[in-house]
Antibody, heavy 120, light 109 residues
Framework: QLHLQESGPGLVKPSETLSLTCSVS??????????WGWLRQPPGKALEWIGS???????FYNPSLKSRVSISEDTSKNQFSLTLRSVTAADTAIYYC????????????WGQGILVTVSS | QSALTQPPSASGSPGQSVTISCTGT?????????VSWFQQHPGKAPKLLIY???ERPSGVPDRFSGSKSGNTASLTVSGLQAEDEADYYC?????????FGAGTKVSVL
């Protein structure tokens, strides 16, 4: 049974960097032939795709966030991470790590989500 | 890219059907058969209901069905049940990215 779990600080100051990690159990991120990624959801608002990576290969980011975001992986720990720089209050959201379900479906498996608030 | 357009709300009585539309453009929904639908209950992570326009992951009841015509995709929930009351989001692939709708709140009367 695949399990994804987000971790990281729940509070980040404006202009600083948001860093989250997704720990995966029940499957190997390096042997999976799927994309792994992040989505977010501001409180009471819609889902937004942040980016997806094929471990060790291609990575795609939301054009509106591309200048501030990166996704990396640590295959030895079976984890992948999100970095979002120069955050503002608009980046306050629940952040979900996900695994692609099939071609063209970015999120078939979800973590429980982690609320990150940007505030001084 | 612009968000997909969904009606903010929809409703139906138990046993009835409700259909939610999701309108995009010729660059997203109209260009690819990569439309997904997600169900989200309050305080929970979203759950995948439909992928590739019409396909259901194992475990999703066949009461949920998807379709597409031109730049508009639709999700139909047949035989509405109380537990279907939730928010529903559509998503489409668009050249190296994904775009989502604003969500539709379905109420079971």
């Amino acid at each position: 049974q695949l399990h994804l779990q987000e971790s990281g600080p729940g509070l980040v100051k404006p202009s600083e960097t948001l860093s989250l990690t997704c720990s995966v159990s029940g499957g190997s991120i390096s042997s999976s032939r799927n994309y792994w990624g992040w989505l977010r959801q501001p409180p009471g608002k819609a889902l937004e795709w942040i980016g997806s990576v094929f471990i060790g290969a291609q990575r795609f980011y939301n054009p509106s966030l591309k200048s501030r975001v990166s996704i990396s992986e640590d295959t030895s720990k079976n984890q992948f991470s999100l970095t979002l720089r120069s955050v503002t209050a608009a980046d306050t959201a629940i952040y979900y790590c996900v695994k692609e379900y099939a071609d063209g479906c970015p999120a078939g498996y979800w973590g429980q989500g982690i609320l990150v608030t940007v505030s001084s | 890219q612009s968000a997909l357009t969904q009606p903010p709300s929809a409703s139906g009585s138990p046993g009835q059907s409700v259909t939610i539309s999701c309108t995009g453009t010729s660059s997203d929904i109209g260009a690819y058969n990569y439309v997904s639908w997600f169900q989200q209950h309050p305080g929970k992570a979203p759950k995948l209901l439909i992928y590739a326009v019409t396909e259901r992951p194992s475990g999703v009841p066949d009461r949920f069905s998807g379709s597409k015509s031109g730049n508009t995709a639709s999700l139909t929930v047949s035989g509405l049940q109380a537990e279907d009351e939730a928010d529903y989001y559509c998503s489409s692939f668009v050249v190296g990215s994904f775009v989502f709708g604003a969500g539709t709140k379905v109420s079971v009367l």
